[in-house]
């Protein structure tokens, strides 16, 4: 299905398209309305809708009401239409923009006509240009105060929704996670084992070394270590189920001997080894635990010559993730920026940071590849978890993917080392000897 | 020359090597030593030996004093020998180590026997070991507050000493920063014009683009990307001697049209560019000013598609220089952490970090190259300036070369790009596509 929503319009849209309009307020109220029992706009309603037309500027976006009440900015030609279909919801969107619009979205009180991610991106490119706030180390560590028990929790959240429903459009090894696509032609599937394959030269892992992942998803990383690279790995995570389902992934692959998937928190990791790797972890940590993160990598790794790789989601300027985001998908996440884990991972270990590498565009391609699927799957997915459930996840990636696109999300691979290790590679040309995965 | 110290001892050393022994305080007075004047090592003195000792833990360097007394705690055989050839230096060794070490070397009144850089290596590593308190902002502020007349007068104090001077020890192009050195077989000529290319490439540069560079230097940098990437360029630089050179370079090589050098400060750029960059300038900054250097990157760069690049000597942990090379050499300089630039720099206004490569080893072997040059000019360089300045700088480039072998500072290359900017490179492959300059 396309990315323009199914459901039948519960509105007729007035088009309204003057140089320097503000409002068009047909004057017949359409007989559908009627029969549902909207009323038509009034002054205040129409004066709201100015509101929040005024915090897009001049993104290309029309926001209409329920009566077909329309407002519009820009010059160019609308990318999206977003409508509102209820007095109630018109309220909600000015007290709370994001819980708002995300709930709204999920229950069918707004619509959104057009093109569903480039109206985000259009929305997202209005909030990156204004200017911002810094928010306060307080409210950070507040909204991600994470502790094991909630750390826990937050994962049941999202990640033990089962299995089936994650295989319906994840890609066959199940790699929730950033893809890397080294060629433009790449499928997803062959994007993630590329990315699990640049991971792995970026830690320069070497046959019979000892490796400890916190956060190990559905084991695919960890298999990959594994039988790719010859290493044995202790694999650690809180959600049961990708744990189960990891176990039975490395019995089947015969390589259940060298793999040891953990079901526990990254703060109960013991060991030493050569190399500690956390791929779509950091993002769960939150920022007042960063410090435990940090100890807990310093005394997994080797003292003279350890090395790691933190692969996550950041940001360019400090600001808690969408109210919405973290009450609805992630709850206790938080997208640092790459100061924020240089400081409080790197510095009082006094770790080296070897490679930093931003791949938010692989991001934005490995999203629309999993919305594309997500979609495909629609009827699937709402009759097992209901209309609300598909679209707030089909928001959820379709943000995600606006996101990444216009930069108000970031990807970043920071590799390092022990301060003194004189091992480490001389330039990264050997990550680029082949570009296509070395399987 | 060999790094060996090249004066004529002035004490005789006493072999001691107990396994754990810590003095050993010959008997008999060496005749020379009471020609001298210097008087037998008193009880007062040994202890104050042991304490220096002591701070080298366990290092395999050995600590004698005028009359040949020795002070060892390593069971390994000494790399190198410290001689303290008087009871004032011992004495302000203890109160001040890093000025007395510096200062009673240049002015002969410390000998360093054995390996000069391995000595200082075992020291570096021996500190970077011990426990570090992080210095507060205060402190690191204060001292590099490098008003535009303190670092006109900064600059002035290191890099007008004479092109002449400079033209003894670096490469045919005059670039006194960090080289790369893509295959290992490459002479320091290659590897400067392999790190400007470096550079470029990470720039992404196109014919007729627009540049400005903060800190040019001699000018090499601005007239390679002129000459090999068709761009035009204006370059900054407070230094009146390098800008002179500079400009006369461009004459000669007939692009005196397509490279301006404006003898200013950085913050006085004005204009607006495809792309910012700074080579070796940012170490000269100071953390107080890293908001100025970020509004000036903002306010040259493209407000869509600018993109940036800084090079600079950093470190792993917050800390100011030591305190000799700030007072003798490099005034108002102070190696950021990453956290602290991606923080100050970056974080304010939304530019994307896309790349970050630590060359830390090229570093130290960029400075084994200038230090074996430097050496071989001795006889020049002293008739010149005089032994304590020859003295003072064969320290200063074997205390640097120390440290970027042993950690104890590092080399970032920072890529950055407005975070809008979707014209980022889709990976890095096309950096290693050809290992050698494209030339």
């Not at 202790?234 to 089947?252: G, L, P």
């Not at 015969?254 to 793999?259: E, K, L, P, Q, S």
Request: net charge positive.
């Amino acid at each position: 299905m396309s990315r323009r929503s199914s459901k039948p319009a519960t509105t007729l849209e007035v088009t309204c398209r003057p140089k320097n309009s503000s409002f068009d307020h047909s004057a017949a109220v359409p007989a559908r309305l009627v029969r549902l029992g909207a009323h038509v706009a009034s002054a205040l309603d129409r004066l709201a809708l100015g509101a929040l037309q005024a915090g897009l500027r001049s993104a290309p976006v029309r926001l209409t009401l329920w009566d077909g009440t329309a407002c519009y900015r820009s010059s160019a030609p609308a990318v999206a239409t977003v409508r509102i279909l209820d007095g109630g919801t018109l309220c909600r969107l000015l007290a709370s923009r994001e819980m708002a619009f995300g709930d709204g979205y999920a229950e069918g009180r707004i619509e959104i006509e057009g093109d569903l991610v480039r109206g985000l991106e259009e929305m997202y490119r209005t909030w990156t240009r204004a200017p911002h706030r810094r928010a306060s180390m307080w409210s950070l560590h507040r909204l991600a105060s994470n502790t094991v028990r909630r750390a826990r929790r937050n994962a049941y959240h999202h990640y033990d929704l089962g299995n089936d429903f994650y295989r319906l459009w994840l890609d066959r090894q199940m790699v929730y996670t950033c893809a890397y696509y080294p060629v433009a032609s790449m499928d997803l599937d062959a994007a993630q084992i590329a990315k699990m394959d640049h991971v792995c030269r970026k830690l320069r892992l070497q046959p019979g070394e000892r490796v400890v992942e916190a956060g190990c998803g559905w084991g695919a990383l960890a298999l990959h270590m594994a039988r790719h690279y010859g290493v044995s790995v202790r694999a650690f995570n809180v959600s049961r189920e990708q744990i189960a389902y990891a176990r039975q992934r490395a019995r089947e692959a015969g390589c259940a001997d060298r793999v040891e998937f953990v079901e526990d928190d990254y703060r109960n990791v013991t060991g030493r080894y050569d190399a500690f790797v956390s791929v779509g972890m950091v993002e769960h940590v939150g920022p007042g635990h960063y410090p435990v993160l940090a100890e807990v990598i310093d005394r997994s790794l080797d003292p003279s010559q350890g090395r790691g790789l933190l692969h996550f989601i950041g940001r360019n300027w400090r600001q808690p993730l969408s109210a919405w985001i973290r009450q609805r998908l992630f709850p206790g996440a938080y997208p640092p920026t790459l100061a924020e884990v240089a400081e409080a991972v790197c510095e009082p270990w006094n770790l080296s940071i070897l490679d930093v590498e931003n791949l938010r565009r692989h991001y934005a391609r490995t999203l629309a590849e999993w919305l594309r699927r997500f979609e495909m799957a629609e009827r699937e997915i709402v009759q097992r978890f209901g209309t609300a459930f598909f679209r707030t996840w089909r928001l959820y990636l379709a943000g995600s993917q606006a996101a990444f696109t216009t930069g108000w999300m970031q990807l970043y691979q920071v590799t390092f080392a022990r301060g003194s290790d004189n091992q480490i590679p001389w330039t990264r040309a050997d990550l680029y000897r082949h570009d296509a995965p070395a399987l």
